[in-house]
């Protein structure tokens, strides 16, 4: 499989003040995101997900390094034409109707007159806005933009899209809507891109993923290479029993009316707490094994970073 | 095409700028007011509302050009539209034509309007349409064309303010280089005066573009002159364009 995007050893520098000062943003970035994947980017705020995602677009000029987009150098604009782009915060002309943005949109990429109007009546469907298609984006809520952003960024029907933040400032609906678009993209064999500071999403959908730290990728693989399916812990609820019974075999986290939530390590220790339960004629409400999460992964990367 | 749509986009923006309506108010009003002033006026009336309308036209023409100009690409900076736009298969050169484009065609439409305006006035006065007129407007709106493309060129790289002077200041200079035409002849040759040849080769000289008083009293114009004032004004129009893509090509939009 061919890559979409291959970066290597990308390095850019910021000078900013009155008496510029040099500050280097992204320290030789090397990753490749391979066709038909979808591939997560994460980092802490100021890691450099926002300027890797914008060498990858051309708006910033590298200061040393490459990025190519299937194959062709980012600062050129045709590697652009099988590109879709969502920004973090969708920032349109707001005085246009959504049908006009993207009538818009569609022009710069020269889309022919027949087949402008039937992809936007079925992109505005498919992000839910064609009740609101005629109203100015500026009476929009944050979602709402977000979703006419997505609309954008699919009138080329793109290859690859890259997405930052798509899920900021959606209610859950919104997001499950979204993340079933995403992975409707897989499916139809486009390349995703994208950022986001929740985790959860990422760890739904990902193939992949590269973790940013101080403008360096400080991990990169497959989810399932990255997170282990060991146990860490397993957390039980059980209700009858008071907390101080258990002693030493679990941690007890809440005590809710006669509900104790406790957090046993070792499965050992798990058939005691039940062989306990029995015994006292208690009642087993929950018991959930705790694997690694890409959230575990992530601030142990970033802590120890 | 994505010029087009850029010019479109960058007329329908501009359309809606109040500052254009509240400076095509003031444009009227100076040609309206132009037929009052001509009546407690001593000597040639239609003289005097020729002039202060074609006077108007030109005034309010480049202030619209410069207050509207000016904060073309600024503005796109800043609202961060410009990361949606330029994530288009988009050449930065097109962009800049295309918003250049966007304001000339509003300007045109907006110097027709004040013509619309100053052709009727005239007309009630004299009772016939002065086609010369329009070859000083036409001059007037390739004096608006050139503005702009500078307002563009600050634009790209300053705030709105700072492009503002610095416009203006262009159109001052503009219309004060001749002077440096009168020094170099009065010059005696060497070097001070290849220095000044040269700064007057740099300098804009507006006046290429005036052609107002000889309109308004009737006086004759080479046909020679209307060519190299135009192609003067198109390669003027087309280098500082070139500037303003050069700028903005190699801008990061952080």
Redesign the interface.
């Known amino acids: 499989m061919s890559d979409a995007i291959r970066i290597r050893d990308l390095r850019k520098n910021f000078r900013l003040g009155f008496i510029p000062k040099t500050r280097p943003v992204l320290k030789g970035i090397t990753f490749s995101v391979r066709e038909g994947e979808i591939f997560g980017y994460l980092g802490p705020n100021g890691a450099g997900k926002t300027t890797t995602i914008k060498c990858l677009l051309g708006l910033i000029r590298p200061d040393a390094g490459t990025v190519d987009i299937f194959g062709r150098s980012s600062l050129s604009p045709r590697s652009r034409e099988t590109l879709g782009f969502l920004p973090e915060n969708p920032y349109f002309y707001d005085y246009l109707t959504a049908r006009e943005f993207l009538a818009f949109t569609a022009d710069l990429f020269g889309l022919a007159r027949r087949d402008k109007a039937e992809r936007i009546a079925r992109l505005l469907k498919l992000v839910g806005l064609e009740r609101a298609a005629d109203l100015p984006l500026r009476k929009y809520s944050r979602g709402m933009l977000q979703r006419a952003g997505l609309a954008q960024a699919l009138i080329n029907d793109p290859k690859l899209v890259i997405l930052d933040e798509p899920l900021g400032g959606m209610d859950p609906l919104g997001r499950k809507e979204i993340r079933d678009i995403i992975v409707r993209f897989k499916d139809e064999g486009k390349t995703v891109f994208f950022t986001s500071h929740i985790l959860q999403d990422i760890e739904m959908i990902c193939d992949r993923v590269a973790i940013i730290v101080g403008g360096r990728i400080v991990r990169e693989g497959a989810l399932r290479d990255l997170v282990s399916e060991k146990v860490l812990f397993t957390e039980v609820t059980v209700s009858g029993i008071a907390a101080e019974v258990f002693g030493d075999l679990g941690e007890s986290l809440s005590v809710q009316g006669d509900r104790v939530l406790l957090r046993v390590f070792g499965e050992a220790k798990v058939d005691e707490v039940l062989d306990l339960v029995r015994d006292r004629r208690g009642r087993l409400v929950s018991l959930s094994p705790r694997t690694e999460t890409l959230e575990d992964i992530f601030v142990e990367t970033v802590t120890r970073t | ?2 010029i ?3 010019a ?2 960058t007329f ?2 501009a359309k ?1 700028d109040r500052v254009l309506y509240l400076l095509f108010f003031f444009a009227a009003l100076g040609i309206v007011a132009a037929r009052v002033l001509a009546v407690l006026t001593v000597g040639d009336r239609i003289k005097i509302i020729k002039d202060v309308g074609l006077a108007s036209i030109s005034l309010f023409g480049v202030l619209m050009a410069i207050l509207i100009g000016t904060g073309l690409v600024y503005k796109e900076i800043d ?3 410009i ?9 930065r050169a097109e962009f800049i034509l295309g918003k250049f484009l966007g304001l000339v065609l509003t300007l045109c439409v907006m110097t027709l309007a004040m013509t619309l305006i100053f052709l009727a006035i005239v007309y009630a006065h004299t009772l016939r349409i002065e086609t010369p007129l329009l070859v000083a407007v036409g001059f007037i709106f390739l004096e608006l064309v050139l503005i702009t493309a500078v307002a563009v060129l600050f634009s790209c790289f300053s705030t709105p303010i700072l492009s503002s002077l610095f416009t203006l200041a262009f159109y001052l200079i503009g219309h004060l280089s001749w002077g440096l035409e009168l020094i170099i002849r009065k010059m005696r040759p060497g070097a001070g005066r290849t220095l000044v040849r040269g700064l007057y080769a740099f300098l804009p000289d507006l006046e290429n573009f005036n052609f107002k008083t000889e309109v308004v009293h009737g006086l004759p114009i080479p046909a020679g002159i209307y060519l190299s004032s135009f192609l003067y004004g198109v390669c003027y129009t087309a280098f500082i364009l070139g500037l303003a893509v050069l700028v903005f090509r ?1 801008r ?3």
Do not use: S
């Open positions: 095409m994505k087009a749509a850029i479109g986009i329908k923006e809606r609202k961060k539209t990361f949606t736009l330029l994530a288009k298969p988009l050449h190699r990061d939009f952080i």
